[in-house]
């Protein structure tokens, strides 16, 4: 099925008065610290890139892409561009795109990122079918990007200066060149600071235009507050429309940005993000499952409690909400022990009909391969049907969290005999 490309307004401004795009704040964290940035969530105030109004999870993401297409069908375009950085927050950026890629396979799906992680996440983006990427690209040269960034994050290693600007870049080489090898459209932002690397761009531009970047967006930075750019102004249009001459005899430019915030959502000059605002933190205070996923597997000894770690339990029972209350529909026998990350795969496919798991204990590698397949694992101990009406009923999963002492599976009750599959 073609995915009609020409219809993403940033990256095609005939677009811009007929299509649509809602931004998803699902990526709060971030891997770098720019020195014109200050994040914020739950402000209304600010019209800018790293400001949200509030943060979603994946399913509540899906949910709210609901209500926007019911009030906006002209959308053509779903994107992660933060607060922070997608690939900062990598299980919910791809477990959001994915639930919408299911949900709505028509609609097209890009992201925007500082480029860091990116080229670890190359084969999900494949897979996932994302048409249009962006990388804020701000130098090639770490003595001046070791005045732009304060920091650089890799995993749990911080470099600062020359070392953390050399460490982006490289990163961001190996980015945009494996984007291209998918055949992805790539978009390379270049955020001006007068004084500091406005007279970079051209550079910039020539670097990127060699790895066959597609179109330049020179954005005029944004004074923040509380930041160490705070006091260098904002270039004025002329000043950004020299750049852009400059920088255009390499790539194509970007010249009807709007410098959308992450919860942007409408036409481009004419967001409807006020209008939305209520839909967006109505979503984000909703439970966080998927609902059109009707059941709920649980790990039960007996069928009374929730009482066994994940990868203790041989069989999960299935149960799900019908007019009479909960009941359980069934057993199904657990895959096989071991056979790591495939065996928690295998779940995921078993219990795809499932929109949550209830389980006494979960590791770090069964919980993302089973929230990124859409299931949200809830560690608890205590009766099912306490599990079971967080689930359907909207409480908070988090009050059933108890942790257990040891590494016994047994909890209270856990001898007893309960009716159940």
Same mark, same amino acid.
């Given at each position: 099925?073609?995915?009609? *490309? ?5 990256? %095609? ?9 809602? =931004?998803? !704040? ?6 770098? &610290? ?68 299911? +949900? ?16 670890? %996440? ?16 701000? /130098? ?13 994050? @890799? ?11 050399? *460490?982006?870049? /490289? ?7 494996? *984007?291209?090898?998918?055949? $992805? ?5 270049? $955020? ?7 007279? =970079?761009?051209?550079?910039?531009? +020539? ?12 954005? !005029?930075?944004?004074?923040?507050? @509380?930041?160490?750019?705070?006091? $260098?102004?904002? !270039? ?7 750049? +852009? ?47 059109? &996923? !009707? =059941? ?28 009479? #209350? ?35 204990? $979960?590791?770090?590698?069964? &919980? ?31 009050? *059933?969290?108890? &942790? ?15 009716? #159940?599959?």
């Amino acid at each position: 099925m073609s995915l009609h *490309l020409e219809r993403h307004p940033c990256f %095609h401004a005939e677009a811009k008065g007929a299509y649509g795009r809602v =931004h998803l !704040p699902v990526a709060p964290d971030c891997n770098i &610290r720019c020195n014109y940035c200050n994040r914020k969530t739950d402000c209304v105030n600010e019209s800018r890139p790293g400001v949200s109004s509030a943060v979603l999870s994946p399913p509540q993401a899906l949910a709210y892409v609901e209500k926007v297409l019911e009030k906006e069908p002209r959308i053509a375009v779903a994107g992660i561009a933060g607060p922070g950085d997608p690939f900062a927050n990598p299980l919910e950026t791809l477990q959001t795109l994915r639930l919408i890629r299911e +949900r709505y396979p028509e609609i097209l799906l890009c992201l925007s990122s500082n480029g860091l992680a990116v080229a670890n %996440h190359l084969d999900a983006i494949a897979e996932l079918g994302l048409s249009h990427v962006t990388i804020t690209v701000n /130098s090639v040269d770490p003595q001046i990007g070791a005045k732009l960034y304060s920091w650089v994050r @890799d995993g749990k290693v911080i470099y600062r200066g020359e070392k953390g600007a050399e *460490l982006l870049f /490289s990163r961001q080489l190996k980015a945009i060149e494996g *984007l291209k090898k998918l055949g $992805i459209t790539v978009k390379v932002n270049v $955020i001006v600071v007068p004084g500091v690397n406005d007279h =970079h761009v051209e550079e910039v531009a +020539r670097t990127v235009a060699a790895l066959g970047v597609d179109l330049l967006n020179c954005m !005029p930075m944004y004074p923040n507050r @509380d930041t160490p750019f705070e006091n $260098i102004p904002e !270039p004025d249009k002329p000043f950004m429309e020299k750049i +852009r001459a400059k920088a255009e005899k390499y790539l194509p430019q970007m010249r009807h940005c709007t410098r959308c915030r992450a919860d942007a959502v409408g036409l481009l000059g004419n967001d409807r993000g006020d209008e939305l605002l209520g839909d967006l933190r109505k979503c984000a205070s909703s439970p966080a499952f998927s609902t059109d &996923r !009707p =059941h709920v597997a649980v790990a039960t000894m007996e069928g009374l409690l929730v009482n066994l770690h994940l990868g203790e339990a041989p069989h999960f029972q299935v149960w799900t909400k019908t007019a009479e #209350g909960y009941r359980c529909i069934e057993s199904r026998e657990a895959p096989a022990s071991g056979g790591g990350t495939k065996r928690w795969k295998a779940l995921s496919e078993l219990l795809k009909d499932c929109r949550a798991i209830l389980v006494a204990g $979960i590791g770090d590698t069964p &919980r993302k391969a089973l929230s990124e397949a859409g299931i949200v694992p809830i560690e608890m101990n205590g009766f099912i049907e306490m599990g079971l009406e967080a689930v359907y009923q909207g409480r908070n999963p988090g009050e *059933l969290k108890v &942790r257990r002492a040891g590494g016994c599976a047994k909890g209270f009750g856990c001898s007893g005999t309960g009716e #159940g599959c």
